[in-house]
Nanobody
Framework: QLQLVESGGGLVQSGGSLRLSCAAS????????IAWFRQAPGKERVGVSCISGYGILENYLDSVEGRFTMSRDNFKNTVSLQMNDLKPEDTSGYFC?????????????????WGQGTQMVVSP
């Protein structure tokens, strides 16, 4: 079965750190760009970060720039999102996505696979 599996969510205090991981199961994502989205209850889904096929280009949502870092291992088909200095407004469900493009993209039209998501709660 082809799927993306996220892990690493949980409860963390404000100012703390957490690392999310995403692994591809049954699919080789090759050099497709990978993106993270988040969606909080009652809010729109937004792109948080993306990383290009070779892992050279990264883009981040302004509000997480400097606090979040994305990385990928193309041999293991895994990506990680290191989140530091977490804030309560980072509380959300986080979703890993695979795109159909090589360059960094959060555009919905470029996404062909979504993970089930992992929840993260940042307490004040």
């Amino acid at each position: 079965q082809l799927q993306l599996v996220e892990s690493g969510g949980g409860l963390v205090q404000s100012g703390g750190s957490l690392r999310l991981s995403c692994a591809a199961s049954g699919v080789d994502w090759g050099f497709s760009a990978i993106a993270w989205f988040r969606q909080a209850p009652g809010k729109e889904r937004v792109g948080v970060s993306c990383i290009s096929g070779y892992g050279i280009l990264e883009n981040y949502l302004d509000s997480v720039e400097g606090r979040f870092t994305m990385s990928r291992d193309n041999f293991k088909n895994t990506v990680s999102l290191q989140m530091n200095d977490l804030k309560p407004e980072d509380t959300s469900g986080y979703f890993c996505t695979k795109t159909t493009v090589f360059g960094c993209s959060n555009a919905p039209r470029d996404i062909d696979m979504w993970g089930q998501g992992t929840q993260m709660v940042v307490s004040p």
